[in-house]
């Protein structure tokens, strides 16, 4: 009997966290693709990272996180080749 309650009490846990953490990772996505319209890449790259991690197993969010991580890399990489051409005076 006790077994029984634990397993059911437990069943209605994960019932309740599972479509939570599922909103959680929709609203990071959206925050992400709003932040990549403004060119802004390292919170799209945070939105992203936040939602694979919440649904690692979800195709959409790991090319997103995957394709912002590259975007993110090469505009820092352009940042310091401009910082780097720039006269120090």
């Not at 634990?6 to 990071?28: E, G, K, W």
């Amino acid at each position: 009997m006790r077994l029984l309650r634990f397993l059911m009490i437990a069943a209605l846990l994960a019932a309740f966290t599972v479509p939570a953490n599922a909103d959680q990772a929709r609203s990071a996505y959206k925050r992400g693709v709003q932040a990549e319209k403004y060119n802004k890449y390292d919170e799209a790259y945070e939105a992203f990272k936040e939602a694979q991690q919440q649904k690692p197993r979800d195709p959409e969010y790991l090319a997103a996180y995957t394709r912002m991580r590259f975007y993110a890399a090469a505009e820092h990489v352009r940042a310091g080749q401009a910082l780097r051409r720039r006269p120090i005076f």
